[in-house]
């Protein structure tokens, strides 16, 4: 926040609505008292139910859905993590949905110059704003979100709707929607060979993938 920004939060506002424990620690942080606590949330009947029980496919179709700026969202430490997957033997396609221009320009142009670089702009797939994500997310079996910084992570729920497991960094908002090994998979911000391990242990025991879509 600006000086001048938390002078009208401070002074102004009635109140400040956190959508999670992680934000409502940081408007405290920041010494904007006048908070309440509120979860965001989704509509369920959005979403189609994902039937994950076993993969047959012969490629781990792998889907990320968040804005185009690696400096948070973390899209280069997917991509790294999927680097070494493919290093193992791997087979995937992973698509990155979200807005490619509006945040950061720079991000789509350094995203594609290491998919480039790693020789993987056969299985990485950059798709822009869309707004079929729950038909997106039905056609997939895995869902990442490699986020540096992220408040809650609405993503993950949307995720957890349609039936496809989650792998997230685990910071403070996906970790107060994921209990890892119970209903999703957590790895340490950051760090893609983490991320790898995570990605490698569930196409290697595919009835984990099952076991998190339902819990």
Avoid at 1 to 26: C, G, P, Q, R
Avoid at 73 to 90: H, V
Wanted: aromatic residues 8%; glycine residues 6%; hydrophobic residues 40%.
């Amino acid at each position: 926040l600006t000086k001048f920004k938390l002078f009208l939060h401070k002074i102004f506002i009635d109140k400040n609505i956190a959508i999670s424990k992680a934000v409502a620690k940081e408007c405290y942080e920041y010494g904007v008292n006048k908070v309440s606590q509120i979860y965001s949330g989704i509509d369920t009947k959005k979403f189609i139910r994902n039937k994950v029980g076993t993969i047959n496919e012969q490629a781990l179709n792998i889907i990320d859905v968040s804005r185009i700026n690696y400096k948070i969202k973390g899209q280069d430490i997917l991509i790294k993590a999927l680097n070494l997957c493919k290093d193992k033997g791997l087979k995937f396609k992973c698509d990155f949905v979200g807005g490619v221009y509006e945040y950061d320009e720079d991000s789509i142009k350094y995203l594609k110059n290491l998919t480039k670089e790693l020789n993987l702009e056969t299985q990485i797939n950059f798709l822009g704003n869309r707004t079929d994500i729950p038909e997106l997310l039905s056609e997939s079996n895995l869902f990442v979100l490699p986020s540096r910084h992220e408040g809650l992570g609405l993503v993950v729920l949307e995720a957890m709707a349609a039936g496809v497991p989650v792998i997230a960094s685990n910071i403070d908002g996906p970790a107060e929607l994921i209990t890892h090994g119970e209903n999703g998979l957590l790895f340490e911000s950051e760090n893609y060979l983490d991320l790898a391990g995570k990605i490698l242990y569930l196409w290697e025991n595919k009835e984990r993938i099952a076991i998190l879509a339902e819990n």
